[in-house]
Structures are given as structure tokens and as C-alpha cells.
């Protein structure tokens, strides 16, 4: 079992910037495809940015060029650096694992085996 918890949330202000971590617990950190989704009120889970164990990363568009994630192994952490934030990036965020993917599946919330509690982003504008 696999357990993930997000910190670095809190309340901005539009343009400003955040940082969120994830740490996981387990050995096995490395070989993880690690994600950041997002779920505003009334809307469903959305990516935001994965990395593979390879280090192959996408970001959905909407953030790409704002939003920046990295891993570090040793550490057994992800973070989503957010820069230029926007009133409609107010969401919970959460961080997952996925054991397996593919460079389809990794888009794709269902695959992803662990999940943290969440942490809250409020940009006000």
C-alpha cells in the first residue's frame, strides 16, 4: 500500500504562485507514473500534469507554460510549481500513482491505483 500526502496549498492571489508536494510512502517511488488532477465544485476530475518514471511529462493545455512538475526519487516526492495562477485554477488538487501505464492510459484518472486526501487552491482575482 501506497500512501501520498499533498501539502502546500492555501489562498492567492491572481498572478501569484504556489507550490504543491506529494510525498509517497513505499520503495518503490521510481518506477511510479505520478500525477496532479484537479476537481472544482460541479466538474469532474481533470489532469493537470503527469510524469512517468522515465520522465516523460505532459501538462493539460490550459496550464502548460505556467505550471511546472518534477520529481525527485530520493525523495520520494512530486511537486507542481503553479506560477501565474487564475481564478478558474481554484480546484482541490490531488496527487496519484499509477503502478502501470502507457502513453495512453497516463491521461487517464483510472488508471492511477493511489490517491492523496487532496489539498485546496483558492486564487481570488
Known amino acids: 500500500q501506497v500512501q501520498l500526502v499533498e501539502s502546500g496549498g492555501g489562498l492567492v492571489q491572481a498572478g501569484g504562485s504556489l507550490r504543491l508536494s506529494c510525498t509517497a510512502s513505499?520503495?518503490?517511488?521510481?518506477?511510479?507514473?505520478m500525477g496532479w488532477f484537479r476537481q472544482a465544485p460541479g466538474k469532474q476530475r481533470e489532469l493537470v500534469a503527469v510524469?512517468?518514471?522515465?520522465?516523460?511529462?505532459r501538462y493539460r493545455d490550459s496550464v502548460n507554460g505556467r505550471f511546472t512538475i518534477s520529481r525527485d526519487n530520493a525523495k520520494n516526492t512530486v511537486s507542481l510549481q503553479m506560477n501565474s495562477l487564475k481564478s478558474e485554477n481554484t480546484a482541490v488538487y490531488y496527487c496519484?500513482?499509477?503502478?502501470?501505464?502507457?502513453?495512453?492510459?497516463?491521461?487517464?484518472?483510472?488508471?492511477?491505483?493511489?490517491w492523496g486526501q487532496g489539498t485546496q487552491v483558492t486564487v481570488s482575482s
Open positions: 513505499g520503495r518503490t517511488f521510481s518506477s511510479y507514473t
Open positions: 496519484a500513482a499509477a503502478i502501470q501505464t502507457t502513453i495512453l492510459t497516463m491521461f487517464s484518472s483510472r488508471t492511477y491505483d493511489y
Open positions: 510524469i512517468s518514471s522515465g520522465g516523460l511529462i
